[in-house]
């Protein structure tokens, strides 16, 4: 998905196409949040997709089944 909340509540919304190198590097620096399951989002910033937050991989086979259920939507598209 295109946004998130930081931890201090504001949310972020990655509209661009392309991020130069420091404004990605900053925004590797800040913890973003899910808005609906608030768990941690990873920021992919690369050359062939267009930027997004996306959820972490490495998480418990249980937040894995909450985050299904809450998120079907949102990560099917990140
Ligand atoms: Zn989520």
Do not use: W
């Amino acid at each position: 998905m295109f946004s998130a909340v930081t931890s201090s509540g504001k949310t972020v919304y990655l509209m661009k196409e392309r991020y130069a190198a420091t404004e990605a590097s900053e925004l590797r620096k800040t913890k973003f949040f899910c808005p609906v399951c608030r768990e941690q989002l990873d920021v992919k910033i690369g050359s062939l997709k267009a930027p997004h937050f996306a959820h972490k991989q490495n998480k418990s086979e249980r937040m894995l089944t909450y985050s299904g259920a809450i998120c079907k939507k949102h990560t099917a598209k990140a």
